[in-house]
């Protein structure tokens, strides 16, 4: 008899759970180890049926059952304290990608209270919340016992992520994962804007494959999160079905073709190309179609075996090729090394070989912001050899073009409008590495500032003055580095027609450019505008001139040591005219050369430096273009640059 009651006490523990008392509203609970579960294998019993079956107790934080394409019920008992009782409770469900789920409340008389339907692909649905998660209001009107039933039905991961939780934790919750939602997704958009500019200017075709990569891996990222089908496809159920693995197998298949760019790997890897990479392009092609036609459990599988082995694969072309272009291809192997680990944790939570909510949450998101962000270094560090290669070739060139453009000067000039564009394409090198200047330490920081949240929310220690402090760091930096993108838009506009604008706004339009590169030179300077003077010209050219006389004022003080580095800029004008005056203390201008800085090809820079025809264009551009007037003077201890132009 003794062993019969123990054998009872038993069983009684493994198919029953304790009820669940709510007796306090400050945090969540997590109901993983206070749920019963029953497998309904062919699918197909009713409620009715399943309230009289035996349930199993689940011991686990969050039940995850792997991919599954059975049945599942859930069953909750919980009851309220007095004072829990005038809140509002609700059944959270923290994962998006759960195709059915129906939930039943009956209370101690076992009368059914509620009955609701959610699901991504449950078209009747209606949710009490518009969210990416799926929450389901819960009845409070007794202190009596309720009983819940779920059932869950879907295709993919039966990986059930659920709490009960009142409005206030709720909503702290909800704002701090659209804060780090936010800042993952402005990350990407950052990415995507800066190289989308690159490639505007370039034309090449790398830019926009890891473009078109990110866009795609950004969309994908929205179907996991539950955000596409929120505020993107909405209504499509081809959409909702068919979202996630869709962009699984376009984000590998775009990743290959911008990699074996990248990688030139049919050049330095032929044999790993052509038996490696290009089989998982072409397995990647076939998904995207397979994707289209086929079911969502007919592909996933392969689409997450796709999703871990492409990384495995590049992160090892990029170590075979690392030897031959170490400093773009080492960010390559060391992105793809941490997005490996990333998608490998996913991957084996995902298919609940490993527990851990956080782990199947941010592992991967986390990894592919920070792979996103050196793919991105990487091109920048292609950028910079394919810059010295152009501005190498361009200085042979301009060698070769010496004599025509003599012989072109003797006749009239003629060619004047060639060498201003000549000039224009010259300093484009220049001016990227005042993008690279001007956005490398934005980029920092939103790193720093997204791994400091991420380890303060981990250590548990995250305030709300962390997140608002955070949040406007992010929202100063972004607009701080879409302000630089207008900046360098502008100057590089190729309309030539004339204008009337305020002088000063030009000045302060080029000197948005140039700043950081003379701060980086410990120039100060000081600006004197007047803002009431409007000129009428083409605005680009007067940009030019200025962006001229101020690098050869930089260059000036630099060669000659100057310590106190200053450049003073002032803006005058009488009933007829304007006047610019662009004085500095870089030692001043030789008196046996005066009359030459304006000769062609005339320059006192090292070999290399200077191209000697930059004041001979910025005279001719303000003189013959402008009708006005560019002038030299000697100061004390520097000089001084006078620009002089009609009114408008």
Same mark, same amino acid.
């Given at each position: *008899? ?11 523990? /493994? ?68 004072? *829990? ?33 959610? $699901? ?53 919750? %909800? ?5 780090? @939602? ?10 995507? #804007? ?13 830019? +926009? ?29 081809? *959409? ?39 089989? /998982? ?37 990029? #170590? ?21 680990? $990333? ?30 962000? &050196? ?25 070769? &073009?010496?004599?025509?453009? @003599? ?20 300093? +484009? ?13 934005? /980029? ?8 400091? #949240? ?15 402090? @955070? ?41 948005? +450019? ?71 203390? $870089?030692? !001043? ?14 320059? %006192?820079?090292?070999? !290399? ?10 005279? +001719? ?16 201890? $520097? ?10």
């Amino acid at each position: *008899m003794k062993h019969i009651f123990i054998l009872l006490f038993l069983t009684a523990f /493994l198919f029953s759970n304790d009820v669940l008392t709510i007796n306090q509203n400050e945090t969540a609970y997590e109901l993983g180890q206070s749920i019963d579960y029953y497998v309904d294998e062919k699918g197909n019993q009713t409620l009715e049926d399943i309230r009289s079956e035996k349930f199993i107790s689940h011991h686990e934080p969050i039940p995850n059952f792997g991919f599954s394409t059975q049945t599942y019920w859930f069953k909750l008992q919980y009851n309220y304290v007095e004072l *829990m009782k005038s809140k509002e409770w609700w059944l959270n469900i923290d994962y998006a990608l759960l195709d059915f789920v129906d939930i039943y409340v009956f209370d101690e008389k076992e009368n059914l209270l509620i009955h609701k339907e959610s $699901g991504d692909l449950n078209s009747e649905a209606k949710r009490d919340v518009e969210q990416n998660k799926l929450l389901f209001s819960l009845p409070t009107e007794s202190l009596g016992t309720y009983t819940l039933y779920m059932k869950v039905k879907t295709t993919g991961s039966m990986f059930v992520p659920m709490q009960i939780i009142s409005s206030k934790p709720l909503l702290e919750t %909800t704002h701090l994962n659209q804060t780090l @939602t936010g800042m993952y997704y402005g990350i990407l958009f950052i990415l995507i #804007l800066y190289n989308s500019v690159i490639y505007i200017y370039t034309r090449e075709k790398i830019y +926009i494959l890891y473009v078109s990569f990110v866009i795609s891996y950004a969309l994908w990222q929205l179907s996991f999160d539950g955000l596409g089908m929120l505020y993107l496809w909405q209504d499509s159920q081809w *959409m909702k079905e068919k979202s996630t693995v869709l962009f699984i197998y376009s984000s590998t298949f775009l990743l290959m073709l911008f990699s074996q760019t990248l990688l030139k790997a049919k050049t330095n890897i032929p044999r790993y190309n052509k038996y490696v990479l290009q089989p /998982l392009r072409y397995i990647s092609a076939v998904g995207i179609l397979a994707s289209i036609v086929l079911p969502y459990n007919n592909t996933i599988i392969l689409g997450a075996v796709l999703a871990t082995g492409v990384p495995a694969a590049l992160f090892i072309a990029g #170590l075979m090729v690392i030897k031959k272009d170490y400093y773009s291809i080492r960010l390559f192997v060391l992105g793809w090394g941490i997005f490996l680990i $990333g998608t490998i944790l996913f991957t084996l939570s995902k298919f609940n070989l490993m527990s851990g909510y956080i782990i199947m949450k941010y592992a991967q998101q986390i990894a592919s912001v920070i792979d996103m962000i &050196l793919l991105s270094g990487a091109l920048a560090e292609r950028f910079k050899r394919l810059q010295d290669e152009y501005t190498y070739k361009l200085k042979n060139h301009n060698k070769n &073009l010496q004599n025509a453009v @003599t012989d072109a000067l003797k006749l009239e000039r003629k060619k004047d409008k060639i060498l201003i564009e000549q000039s224009r394409l010259a300093s +484009i090198g220049e001016m990227i590495e005042q993008i690279a200047h001007q956005w490398r330490q934005p /980029l920092n920081d939103l790193g720093l500032l997204n791994q400091n #949240l991420y380890f303060k929310q981990q250590l548990g220690t995250l305030e709300d003055d962390d997140f608002i402090k @955070t949040h406007n760091s992010i929202d100063s930096t972004i607009k701080y580095m879409s302000d630089t993108i207008d900046d360098f838009r502008n100057y590089y506009k190729s309309d030539k027609e004339e204008e009337t604008y305020q002088l000063s706004s030009a000045i302060e339009s080029i000197l948005s +450019i140039v700043r950081p590169t003379l701060e980086h030179s410990g120039i100060q300077v000081t600006l004197k505008l007047d803002y009431e003077v409007n000129v009428r010209n083409v605005k680009n050219e007067l940009q030019q001139v200025l962006l001229i006389i101020l690098n050869n004022a930089k260059d000036a003080m630099i060669i000659n040591a100057i310590e106190d580095k200053k450049i003073t800029i002032e803006v005058t004008a009488d009933e007829k005219n304007a006047y610019i005056h662009i004085g500095d203390n $870089g030692g !001043g201008v030789p008196e046996d050369i005066k009359a030459k800085i304006y000769d062609p090809y005339f320059t %006192t820079k090292f070999t !290399g430096q200077g191209t000697g025809i930059g004041l001979y264009m910025s005279k +001719i551009i303000i003189e013959k273009n402008m009708h006005g007037y560019l002038s030299l003077k000697n100061l004390d201890d $520097g000089a001084c640059f006078s620009v002089k132009l009609p009114l408008a």
